[in-house]
């Protein structure tokens, strides 16, 4: 078994995880934060969970408790690093003002220090796991995709773009090129770089 891979859990185990005792917050923050260096500096296939415990001055019981797979442990982490940091709802008028919002806190954090290297870690365990794959996609349908098509439906009634928008294709036009940097060139995101991408999205969308 790979140092990647928590040990599969027994009836009696899985048991013990629904009504073991509540997380500490503070023990929680340090682990996520182990868990966070850990990628920015060994990616996700040389992630060691008995690395991130001893950082985090943590038994490796208790992230097997807390967590079902070192792949929702990479997840979390780097979900973390947006918590609070959410675009709240701008209040501008331009619509790419608004959708540039929703993509922000994520560029930040990926141009933050390491934070490139953790989240190709982090979206590489997303991949590789179905649990950590469906964290990710409903932090991203409640923060990016639910919202987006809040503000493309307004849009298509003002006639801005047109009425037969598809919400995939226009998360994929807003991501997918992020995505292709970190994970496929290795490349940097650049400062601009939200505001590209939402001229490309309202571009294709374009009714005429």
């Known amino acids: 078994m790979g140092e990647s891979e928590l040990p599969p859990q027994t009836a009696e185990e899985g048991e013990k995880r629904r009504v073991g005792p509540k997380r500490s917050e503070a023990s929680t923050h340090a682990v996520l934060a182990a868990a966070y260096t850990e990628l920015s500096e060994h990616g996700w296939r040389g992630f060691s969970v008995d690395r991130v415990a001893k950082n985090a001055k943590a038994s490796k019981q208790t992230i097997y408790r807390w967590w079902k797979s070192a792949a929702s442990l990479a997840v979390d982490a780097a979900l973390a690093t947006l918590a609070g940091k959410s675009a709240a709802p701008s209040t501008s008028n331009d619509v790419r003002d608004r959708i540039s919002a929703l993509i922000e806190p994520m560029l930040v954090a990926v141009r933050t220090g390491d934070g490139a290297h953790a989240w190709r870690g982090a979206l590489l365990a997303a991949a590789d796991d179905q649990e950590a794959g469906e ?39 807003l991501f997918g090129p992020v995505w292709h940097r970190l994970i496929a060139m290795r490349g940097p995101v650049p400062e601009v770089y939200s505001r590209r991408l939402v001229e490309s999205v309202l571009k294709a969308l374009s009714p005429g």
């Open 135 to 173: 964290t990710f996609r409903a932090w991203f349908s409640e923060n990016v995709k639910i919202p987006l098509r809040h503000i493309l439906a307004e849009q298509a009634l003002k006639g801005s773009i047109r009425r037969d928008w598809d919400i995939d294709l226009a998360t994929e036009l």
